[in-house]
Each structure stands twice: as structure tokens, then as C-alpha cells.
């Protein structure tokens, strides 16, 4: 009997810890005396609580080889495509223009390509095609930009013929519209709001910080236009989802944005999700930025973060936040992938057809990991190096007791950085876990 290698032990005030082990999401609080005994002397562990940690799997048979555990579940979730998604940049072009523009595309070229007819069609017949090679179950689509809804009749034509395709197929099909949400008006939904599953709109504080950021390109103000779109769909059968967006300026007054859904609404409507989150820049990602700097901004914000679940909360809007912190993935979970993205059956598919990885690469040729031609898919070599890359088999990740959490980082930012054995992600993880952990059981 021995540790397990995938035990996080973190400071719970008063004399407890919490012991939380990132392969079996198991969580306890317990004394810190008995976490000394098992960083200590395990030997000295009292017998009647070994099967309970056993079964949390604090501790392991000492013939247990975790990180083999590890690596089956990794590559189970990698190449598991019972479910695939297609993500579509119907447009790269916006409606809006906020200054720090964190999804947009790399090139000013770039920023007015829309996807035409022509291309449309060939990526319906790819995701038809793909679906049937992946041997997938469940698609869904997720039609983003951009703001797709610039490109209303791509939208439409990928939502119906993919639609009636798996109805035909009988295959399970869901749609998520990712919108600023300035032009989803009644009429708009009237036409396509049949298909959709899951409609994400993000504001940018409440309404005196939104209006400063998130504005049209006469500097005009959109918070309550928007809020008037997303009443209309209050009594509709569709999943609303509202990211917040954090900044140091707005943190203290997002209560007025809370008070705002509630007055429209919200407050209670089943299917309704909100969350919090930092803006993040081009090219960045959340958890595994090599950035300092953001780094830094990034573990303050998880701090800002916690303080704002604790208060929503308060409010009553508890049932509306779920387990994730901050991005839609639950933070307590240990998925074995580094992220929702880097695994079969995932791709995120630009106005040319290009296909990506990551979508916040999108745009940026050098990243592309394959072309769309005639309905089905040329891949590159950097698809398959993505993909095959096991960070089990990689140093630091192979000692790592976060690796079931992280997932290894980004392979991505691994190929293209000098530094690629150095680790950007643990102290984050640690910080975000720490936030989250307080905000939940504190």
C-alpha cells in the first residue's frame, strides 16, 4: 500500500486540508494530521479509515501503476468519437468592434472573409462523411465567428441539411449558436431556432463597463440591445448560456448585471447558465499560457472569480452555476485531455475550408492541420503529431501529480516553443483549484 501519485493537498484554514486526487476527482477534508500522516508515515495510518482512502483512491496497492491507468483513459477519451463536433466559422467578419477583439482572426484579409455557398455545401458533405468514418452517434454543430449571424444563410443551410441528414440517419443531432447576440432578434430565431440546442451570448460587466468595450463601429452601446434579444428568448425551449467577462475595473458591480437577468427573467428559468471569466487574448490560452504576465492576471482573476461565486450564490443564483470556473469545464474533473479540443472527432473549420485544431488559432495558416476538398478532408502532418502525442511518456508530465487535470498542457504550444519541457499550467491549476475549492466548501 502506498500514496497515490495523484494526490493534491491543499490548505483549508482551521487546522484541515483538503485532499483532492486529480485521477478519481475524489475530494475529502480532513485534519491535518492525518494529511502528515499520509505525506509522513503512511505506516502509521489508522487501519479502519485505509479502506475508505482506498476506495478514494488516496492510496493504491503498491503493485498499481497509475500512470498506465492514466494513459488508457487518455487515449480512451482521445480516440473515443461516439460524439463529434464540427465547429464552423460561418464569417470572421463582426458587427462589433471591442478594442481587445480576443477571437478574432490574425490579418485584416482575414477579418471580412465569409464562408460563400460553394464552401458551405462542401462542409456539409464533409461533416456528412466524417460522421460516417468517425462511426459518431451524437453531432453536434456550432456555428461561431465572428458573429455567424452575418452569414445567416450559411447558418441556416448547415443547420437544416445537417439536421435532416442525421434525422435521416437516425443519429442525434445538436447545434450551439455562439453569438454577441446584437442581431439574434425575433426573426432571426423564427428561422432557425428550431435547430438550436444552445444558444452563448457574453457580456462585458454590466452595463457602464459593457458599453465602453463592447460597442459597434460608430461606438454605439449594445448592453440592453442585447438583454432585449435575450428576453425574447425566455420562454423558449432553448439552453441559454451568458459568459461575463472580468476585468479588475468591473469585478465590484457585477451584482448589476445579475440584478438586470432577474429583472428580465432569468433568475430560476431552467436552461439558463451563467459563468465568469477574464477576456483572452488572441492566441492565448486560459490554462496553459507560457505568458507571465497573463499568468498573473489569470490567478488574480481566479481569486475575483471565487469572491463572485460566493456572491451569486447568495443571490440565489446558485442552481444557474454549475461545477465549471470559468470556461465551461468543470474544474474538478479529471478528463484526461488537456482540453475538449484535442481529441477525435473535434474540428473547427474556417470560411476557406481550412480545418484547425484549436480555434483560436483559427486564421493563422501555419496552424492548420488540414484542408477541406470536394467534401472530405486533406490532413497534415501536424494532425497526426497533435493527436498521437502521449504526455505520460514526457517529462515533466510523466511526474507530474496534476497530469489526469492538465492533461499535459497544450500539445500545440508544445511543438512550436523551445521550452517545450517546461511547465506553464501547474501553478494556475493549483491557483484555480485553490479559488474554486474556497468558493465552493468555505
Given at each position: 500500500?502506498?500514496?497515490s501519485?495523484?494526490?493534491v493537498?491543499?490548505?483549508?484554514g482551521?487546522n484541515?486540508?483538503?485532499?483532492?486526487?486529480?485521477?478519481?476527482?475524489s475530494?475529502?477534508?480532513?485534519?491535518?494530521?492525518?494529511?502528515?500522516?499520509?505525506?509522513?508515515?503512511?505506516?502509521?495510518?489508522?487501519p479502519?479509515?485505509v479502506?475508505?482512502?482506498?476506495?478514494?483512491?488516496?492510496?493504491?496497492?503498491?503493485?498499481?501503476?497509475?500512470?498506465?491507468m492514466?494513459?488508457?483513459?487518455?487515449?480512451?477519451?482521445?480516440?473515443?468519437?461516439?460524439?463529434?463536433?464540427?465547429?464552423i466559422?460561418?464569417?470572421?467578419?463582426?458587427?462589433?468592434?471591442?478594442p481587445?477583439?480576443?477571437?478574432?482572426?490574425?490579418?485584416?484579409?482575414?477579418?471580412?472573409?465569409?464562408?460563400?455557398?460553394?464552401?458551405?455545401s462542401?462542409?456539409?458533405?464533409?461533416?456528412c462523411?466524417?460522421?460516417i468514418?468517425?462511426?459518431t452517434?451524437?453531432?453536434?454543430v456550432?456555428?461561431?465567428?465572428?458573429?455567424?449571424?452575418?452569414?445567416?444563410?450559411?447558418?441556416?443551410t448547415?443547420l437544416?441539411?445537417?439536421s435532416?441528414?442525421?434525422?435521416?440517419?437516425?443519429?442525434?443531432?445538436?447545434?450551439?449558436?455562439?453569438?454577441?447576440?446584437?442581431?439574434?432578434t425575433?426573426?432571426?430565431?423564427?428561422?432557425?431556432?428550431?435547430?438550436?440546442?444552445y444558444?452563448?451570448?457574453?457580456?462585458?460587466g454590466?452595463?457602464?463597463?459593457?458599453?465602453?468595450?463592447?460597442v459597434?463601429?460608430?461606438?454605439?452601446?449594445?448592453?440592453?440591445?442585447?438583454?432585449?434579444?435575450?428576453?425574447?428568448?425566455k420562454?423558449?425551449?432553448?439552453?441559454?448560456?451568458?459568459?461575463?467577462?472580468?476585468t479588475?475595473?468591473?469585478?465590484?458591480?457585477?451584482?448589476?448585471?445579475?440584478?438586470?437577468?432577474?429583472?428580465?427573467?432569468?433568475?430560476?428559468?431552467?436552461?439558463f447558465?451563467?459563468?465568469?471569466?477574464?477576456v483572452?487574448?488572441?492566441?492565448?490560452?486560459?490554462t496553459?499560457?507560457?505568458?507571465?504576465?497573463f499568468?498573473e492576471?489569470?490567478?488574480?482573476?481566479?481569486?475575483?472569480?471565487s469572491?463572485?461565486?460566493?456572491?451569486a450564490?447568495?443571490q440565489g443564483?446558485?442552481?444557474?452555476?454549475?461545477?465549471?470556473?470559468g470556461?465551461?469545464?468543470?474544474?474538478?474533473?479529471?478528463?484526461a485531455?488537456?482540453?475538449?479540443?484535442?481529441?477525435?472527432?473535434?474540428?473547427?473549420?474556417?470560411?476557406?475550408?481550412?480545418?484547425?485544431i484549436?480555434?483560436?488559432?483559427?486564421?493563422?495558416?501555419?496552424?492548420?492541420?488540414?484542408?477541406?476538398?470536394?467534401?472530405?478532408a486533406?490532413?497534415y502532418?501536424?494532425?497526426?503529431?497533435?493527436?498521437?502525442?502521449?504526455p505520460?511518456?514526457?517529462?515533466p508530465?510523466?511526474?507530474?501529480?496534476?497530469l489526469?487535470?492538465c492533461?499535459?498542457?497544450c500539445?500545440?504550444?508544445?511543438?512550436?516553443?523551445?521550452?517545450?519541457?517546461?511547465?506553464?499550467?501547474?501553478?494556475?491549476?493549483?491557483?484555480?483549484?485553490?479559488?474554486?475549492?474556497?468558493?465552493?466548501?468555505?
Amino acid at each position: 500500500m502506498r500514496i497515490s501519485r495523484y494526490n493534491v493537498y491543499i490548505d483549508a484554514g482551521s487546522n484541515q486540508s483538503f485532499i483532492y486526487n486529480t485521477m478519481t476527482t475524489s475530494l475529502l477534508i480532513v485534519d491535518n494530521t492525518v494529511r502528515l500522516t499520509l505525506e509522513k508515515n503512511i505506516e502509521s495510518i489508522d487501519p479502519s479509515v485505509v479502506p475508505s482512502l482506498k476506495k478514494c483512491g488516496i492510496l493504491v496497492d503498491d503493485d498499481t501503476d497509475e500512470l498506465k491507468m492514466y494513459r488508457l483513459a487518455h487515449n480512451t477519451a482521445k480516440y473515443n468519437t461516439d460524439t463529434s463536433s464540427f465547429l464552423i466559422f460561418t464569417t470572421y467578419a463582426c458587427n462589433l468592434y471591442c478594442p481587445y477583439c480576443y477571437e478574432g482572426p490574425a490579418t485584416a484579409q482575414c477579418r471580412s472573409s465569409s464562408m460563400s455557398p460553394h464552401m458551405t455545401s462542401a462542409v456539409v458533405e464533409f461533416i456528412c462523411n466524417q460522421v460516417i468514418h468517425d462511426k459518431t452517434r451524437k453531432v453536434g454543430v456550432v456555428l461561431y465567428g465572428g458573429e455567424p449571424l452575418l452569414n445567416l444563410d450559411c447558418c441556416t443551410t448547415v443547420l437544416q441539411e445537417v439536421s435532416q441528414w442525421c434525422k435521416t440517419n437516425n443519429l442525434k443531432f445538436s447545434a450551439t449558436l455562439m453569438t454577441n447576440g446584437t442581431l439574434f432578434t425575433e426573426k432571426v430565431y423564427n428561422k432557425i431556432g428550431e435547430y438550436l440546442s444552445y444558444v452563448h451570448i457574453t457580456l462585458d460587466g454590466p452595463q457602464r463597463f459593457h458599453d465602453k468595450t463592447r460597442v459597434r463601429k460608430d461606438g454605439s452601446a449594445t448592453y440592453w440591445h442585447i438583454l432585449q434579444n435575450v428576453e425574447q428568448l425566455k420562454d423558449k425551449s432553448v439552453y441559454i448560456s451568458i459568459r461575463v467577462n472580468i476585468t479588475e475595473e468591473n469585478r465590484h458591480f457585477i451584482g448589476d448585471v445579475l440584478y438586470d437577468l432577474e429583472q428580465i427573467g432569468f433568475k430560476g428559468r431552467p436552461r439558463f447558465h451563467i459563468y465568469f471569466s477574464q477576456v483572452i487574448p488572441y492566441k492565448y490560452c486560459l490554462t496553459f499560457s507560457p505568458d507571465p504576465e497573463f499568468s498573473e492576471q489569470n490567478k488574480k482573476c481566479a481569486q475575483y472569480i471565487s469572491s463572485l461565486m460566493k456572491m451569486a450564490r447568495d443571490q440565489g443564483w446558485g442552481a444557474h452555476l454549475d461545477a465549471d470556473f470559468g470556461e465551461g469545464q468543470p474544474l474538478l474533473s479529471a478528463g484526461a485531455l488537456s482540453c475538449g479540443y484535442i481529441k477525435c472527432g473535434i474540428y473547427s473549420i474556417d470560411p476557406e475550408g481550412d480545418i484547425y485544431i484549436c480555434p483560436a488559432l483559427a486564421g493563422d495558416t501555419r496552424y492548420r492541420t488540414g484542408q477541406i476538398e470536394n467534401g472530405s478532408a486533406e490532413w497534415y502532418p501536424a494532425y497526426y503529431d497533435i493527436l498521437t502525442r502521449d504526455p505520460s511518456s514526457e517529462a515533466p508530465c510523466n511526474v507530474c501529480e496534476v497530469l489526469p487535470l492538465c492533461g499535459g498542457g497544450c500539445p500545440i504550444a508544445s511543438s512550436v516553443r523551445e521550452d517545450s519541457s517546461q511547465c506553464h499550467s501547474k501553478e494556475v491549476l493549483y491557483d484555480r483549484l485553490k479559488a474554486y475549492l474556497e468558493s465552493r466548501y468555505l
